[in-house]
């Protein structure tokens, strides 16, 4: 019979050396992504989400001619033109943002990935 340690012994979480090691090649991992965006042009995934939502609301809360009153629907074309319109001219830890680098971020983040 081979002896096992007592559940006591045995210790749920991982040792604190290697749970450090593991964060940070996390944050390593991240530094990284965002310096590849930042070289490339890319927009930060946050700022991006931030362009989204304020053309968003740009869009939904447009003058309708109706006294001011929401619109019941929006263009995505006018949306999608609005996020471009936020993200001009913008620039990302010191580099400026790069159009098409724009348009494949908002590409990316609005279209989800095909699983055929």
């Known amino acids: 019979m081979i002896p096992t340690p007592s559940f006591a012994m045995a ?14 090649a996390d944050r390593q991992r991240k530094r ?4 590849a965006l930042r070289e490339a042009g890319a927009p930060d995934p946050r700022q991006l989400d931030a362009a989204l939502v304020d053309a968003l609301r740009g869009a939904i809360l447009a003058p309708s001619g109706e006294g001011g009153a929401m619109l019941r629907y929006v263009e ?6 609005g996020a471009r319109e936020r993200l001009r001219g913008r620039a990302r830890g010191g580099s ?4 098409d680098a724009v348009d494949e971020a908002l590409a990316a983040r609005l279209v989800p990935p095909r699983t055929d």
């Open 11 to 24: 210790s749920p979480a991982p040792a604190p050396s290697s749970r450090a090691a593991r964060r940070d």
């Open 32 to 35: 990284a992504a965002r310096q």
């Open 96 to 99: 400026p943002l790069r159009q």
């Open 76 to 81: 995505v074309k006018a949306v999608l033109r």
